[in-house]
């Protein structure tokens, strides 16, 4: 059950919303890739940019016709597939086991489709059950592919909704994934979450940040504000 606390935290989370609405717009929503597809291109993501796996997704996937053809491959092929997107030795073997996961518990099918029929905290399980499936690959895969309301964290927003003041300072990722969809309304989560990402790549950056032009300023409980460009 939701805190009288949480529930004022919800409200604020309704009132940043919608100034992010109104400064960015609502995002569109994305053609989804089927989830298999979702959980490879966001393992290749993990510690790299865009373009990156986006170029390691292709190659990959003009590599090899299928999944179970990335499945039996020998690793050091789909190492050398997958090296634009870095730490190709780590991510090969990650999606490989991945794939073997889900065919051993689909009998030999590589499909995530059976994840609908979960509640959302056991498909969440299942997936973080694999190895190098951490909270926010899990929740990406849930939200943008599944149709299955998740909040993903990344760093922009871990690092926003902490100077904002939208979740305990002391909080680890995970357990802001746990709160922030609980305090979120599940409505909010996909624009929110896009929108958040921006305010952090635009405004509120790690090393820079630029409270002059930030849309939920006022609103914000970081103590070391900037309000000078330059």
Known sequence: ??????????????????????????????????????????????????????????????????????????TEDVVEAIKTAGLANQKAPRIQ???????????????????????????????????????????????????????PVDTHIYRVTGRIGLRPINFSVEKTHTYLEEVIPEKAYYDLHLNFIRLGREVCGARKWHCYRCPVEDLCSFEDKNFHPG
Do not use: C
């Not at 959302?120 to 299942?126: D, G, K, P, S």
């Open 1 to 74: 059950m939701m805190s009288s606390a949480d529930h004022i935290q919800g409200l604020k989370f309704d009132q940043i919303r919608q100034r992010l609405v109104d400064a960015y717009g609502k995002p569109r929503a994305r053609d989804p890739l089927p989830p298999v597809d979702e959980l490879v291109s966001t393992i290749l993501s993990q510690n790299t940019n865009d373009n990156n796996r986006d170029a390691a997704f292709d190659q990959l996937t003009q590599a090899y016709p299928d999944w179970e053809s990335v499945m039996n491959a020998p």
């Open 97 to 151: 086991q991945a794939l073997r996961a889900i065919a051993s518990h689909t009998r030999g099918e590589i499909r995530l489709g059976f994840l609908r029929e979960m509640s959302r905290a056991e498909a969440h399980a299942w997936l973080t059950n694999l190895k190098g499936v951490g909270p926010k690959t899990a929740a990406i895969v849930l939200l943008f592919s599944l149709g299955i309301p998740a909040f």
